[in-house]
């Protein structure tokens, strides 16, 4: 794939506004494992190799394993390597990312509930909306895997 724009410099004003919601999440409740999931699995919907690249490494920095890593994909079928906050947080994920098949559903909004509070599921939602947007911004321009 041919380079395109860096928003970092064409439009920088934008790019700061990304940042600050990156800020805003160092700040939520949710730990380093389960933003880096949320982040892992919105980018493997996304099909963002450049978000994927860097968040399994992030992930494992974090002490992530590599065998939850490889089963993200799957993670319906491995239940027993993921805990129930992170079953709810990775069909968050999934519904929101795919937002026009059927939306946050009712029984997972309910799960979500009966483990986090409302405050928390805001968070949930923004660190979801957010990497999002940062799949679309670097399959938009091309962005390259670092080496």
């Not at 906050?85 to 098949?101: D, F, G, K, R």
Request: proline letters at 1%.
């Amino acid at each position: 794939m041919s380079a395109r724009i860096n928003m970092a410099t064409v439009d920088a004003a934008a790019y700061k506004a990304m940042l600050g919601l990156e800020g805003y999440l160092q700040t939520i409740s949710l730990n380093h494992i389960q933003k880096e999931l949320i982040k892992i699995r919105a980018s493997q919907i996304n099909g963002c190799a450049f978000c994927l690249d860097m968040h399994t490494k992030d992930a494992m920095k974090y002490g992530e394993t590599p065998q939850r890593i490889y089963l993200l994909n799957a993670w319906r079928e491995a239940l027993e390597l993921y805990t129930e906050e992170e079953q709810v947080l990775l069909a968050m994920t999934e519904e929101i990312t795919l937002i026009s098949q059927k939306g946050l559903t009712e029984e997972t909004y309910y799960k979500a509930k009966q483990l986090f509070d409302e405050n928390q599921i805001a968070q949930i939602i923004m660190a979801i909306i957010t990497i999002n947007s940062w799949n679309r911004i670097a399959i938009s321009t091309h962005m390259p895997i670092a080496k």
